[in-house]
């Protein structure tokens, strides 16, 4: 039976801008000093909230990218462009400014790292954010849990993390990571150049015999698609955690 | 006032129509969609609506029928409960003076009910008198369903959770009885010039 | 844009922040027994349609409503009856 944590009230808190990282053309990561973090679990999220100077507010969640080691809370932030609240983040925000949040949140949707079955994370799109704060705990633990990546990415340009995820994955301590990319690929790509489906599952997913957690986040669509693929091949429904994410993440 | 998050102004809120717009709405240029659940997806060949409950004869529709009946075309602002404002939506549709015409009924209120489950309640009399439509085109075009195509309740005067998507039909009951979100903490009658969003206001 | 009506739906996640307020407990890991069908899921994997005037929960098998959670005019409206049992552990 999962632990549900009680742990009182929520506050919101104010969060300083540190640093800003771009990370693709349309996709950057919010480093944030938080006096009253709590620390959190890789994959939970905040909320953040914006308030115009006329009261108007707006809310979002977004994942939470830093491993719960790092000093600072990373959030990674993929610009909407007919969103309201990502235009702001990513565009707008500057070092020095403040950012309303609240978390962690979520109990579901995390990865602590103290068992030790194979892991398998399934990722469409911004949907690999709470997923690296599950490999970068997982480097940060020094881990040596096998772990594999299975990240859908339009072209190779809009893959997030990519220089990360390319050292981390040659770094030969069983993290593997498989890229497809559905729109676009670069000459002489070798990796997946469609979108997941159940062979490429088969491919990539650990042997049932090995009890594999997996995570799957990402649109709707996809993490629907592929926790239905994934059942069908076999795989418990209870080792599959599914996060979706909406446009409205906008 | 909690913090205000510098340089932030949110969707485009255009203040200038104000007479037009009721207290604590603002302007939209899109068109918002809102949904409790799936979309449901019905063809036109199977679309029925019907007006049921208080009445000697319930009387029904196909689409085919219902497409013969006279046509209204109407511009109309609407608000949304959740604050926005849309002004001069463009619609077609039947008028439900239309619909009942010719039917006589001691019922004062109306419960209209739609495919998906959706509900919510209203006085007839807010039917009535050329106030309200069963809408199947939205500026121009066919309602797309994520709008409540085929065809959707339309009336513009209170907030538009009454302008309920998808619809199937109108039950004319005695009592008052609230629907989906009326059961939930939404106001039972629902006039955006007073602001009755919630229960109590 | 159009909006496809997957787009919509999001699930148990994405509340973790408002059922935090209601609860003051982690809920997302919670268990509820459906009402209609009986199937139990985890909060985190049930259907949400928070693209509404208040929060819809529906159960990802058979689609009835579980809850709906409306927040507004300084108040809180929550509608469980869709739940037959919530499970959560101390």
Known sequence: MARTAVLGRLNWQLGTVAELVQETSRVASLVLDVPEWPGHLAGQHVDVRLTADDGYQAERSYSIASAPEHPRLAITVERLDDGEVSPYLVGEVRKGDKVELRGPIGGYFVWRGDDHRPVLLVAGGSGVVPLMAMIRHRTAIKSTTPTRLLYSSRSEEDIIYKAELDALSAAGDGLTVAHCLTRKQPPGWRGYARRIDRPMLEEVAWPKAQNPIIFVCGPTPLVEGVAGHLVDLGYEAASIKTERFGPTGG | MSFISRGFRGKRRDATSSSRVPPGQYVVNDFPVLSAGPTPRVAVSEWTFVVEGEIDQPKKWTWDEFRKLPVEEVTKDIHCVTKWTKLDTLWKGVSVDTILDGVETAAEYVMAFSYGGYTTNLPLEDLTGGKAWVAYEFDGQPLHPEHGGPARLLVPHLYFWKSAKWVQGLRLVKEDQPGFWESNGYNMYGDPWREQRYWGD | ?90
């Open chain 3, 1 to 90: 844009m159009t909006v496809q009506q997957s787009d919509l739906k999001l699930d148990g996640n994405a509340i973790g922040g408002l059922l935090r307020e209601i609860f003051t407990m982690e809920m997302t890991t919670a268990e509820s027994t459906c009402a209609g069908c009986h199937k139990v899921h985890a909060i985190g994997q049930v259907e949400v349609y928070m693209n509404a005037p208040g929060a819809v929960v529906r159960c990802p098998a058979c689609g009835n409503v579980q809850m709906r959670i409306v927040k507004g005019g300084g108040r809180y409206w929550l509608d469980l009856s869709g739940i037959r049992c919530l499970e959560f552990s101390t």
